[in-house]
């Protein structure tokens, strides 16, 4: 079953199958991309510690939130062959993870032959034409919220093939998570260079939907970002 609050909405829509139908009918994936090496950062970037835990920990605690319990499907990392580190991070909670192949670009740092690893090994998890779509998470993100990731569920069960926030305190920014629907998963085939989707499918046409949403989700690339955003978070 989904969460209560999407249940509500989907009902309201008229597109909410019968409970004992909809963990057959309906997955919602969560991919992060964890297969860079963080040359900006010096190396080490998602295992780097903040505020208690590693930056990693932070976006896959956010995937682990109580009112994602019955949202999010499973969760996949997709790491280099070699760091064993990323891997036993993602064991630890509970998620699938995923190595990208040793010959591909990615262990340099490219996006595309890591969100085409992630999006193979979510293809062929969910073999089926049952309605499916993929969350891609930015390993490096620590303020990842539970909140977003509910409205751009509702935003896809709505009908969105694609659909990303756009935060209001930096809203000229392109937000994530950005969620793909299954229908658009093949186009994972054709990224390149350094960019992810969102790109991709503007240069293709595809309709991207966008929902404001309160605050920030920044990434953090170097140690000035890390320290800045220590400096502006207020602590729990």
């Known amino acids: 079953m989904l969460h209560s609050g999407v249940l509500t909405a989907l009902r309201q829509l008229g597109k909410v199958p019968p ?3 909809l963990r057959r009918t309906v997955s919602l994936y969560a991919l992060v991309p964890a297969a860079g090496r963080g040359l900006r950062f010096g190396g080490l970037k ?6 208690g835990q590693e930056i990693l920990s932070h976006v896959l605690t956010a995937l682990g939130d109580p009112r994602l319990e019955d949202v999010i499907s499973e969760v ?6 070699e760091d064993e580190a990323i891997e036993q991070l993602a064991l630890r909670f509970h998620s699938q993870p995923v190595k990208v192949p040793s010959h591909s670009a990615a262990g340099a740092g490219e996006l595309p032959d890591t969100l085409r690893a992630g999006f193979a090994a979510i293809t062929a998890w969910h073999p089926t034409s049952d309605p499916a779509a993929t969350l891609i998470c930015l390993g ?12 751009l569920a509702q935003a896809w069960r709505s009908g969105a093939l694609a659909v990303r926030p756009v935060y209001h305190e930096t ?19 054709e990224l390149t260079g350094v960019t992810g989707f969102g790109p991709l499918l503007e240069r293709r046409g595809e309709r991207i939907e ?27």
Do not use: K, Y
Not at 46 to 51: G, Q
Not at 76 to 81: I, L
Not at 173 to 182: A, C, F, K, S, Y
Not at 218 to 236: G, K, V
């Open 19 to 21: 409970d004992s139908q």
């Open 46 to 51: 998602l295992l780097t510690p903040w505020r």
């Open 76 to 81: 996949f990392v997709v790491h280099r062959p």
């Open 140 to 151: 490096d993100q620590p303020l990842l919220r539970a909140d977003v990731i509910l409205a």
């Open 171 to 189: 809203p000229r920014v392109p937000g994530h998570p950005m969620l793909i629907d299954r229908r658009l998963w093949p186009r994972a085939n």
């Open 210 to 236: 966008t929902l404001v949403v309160p605050g920030r989700n920044p990434d953090i690339d170097t140690p000035q970002d890390l320290m800045a955003l220590d400096a502006q978070e207020p602590r729990s």
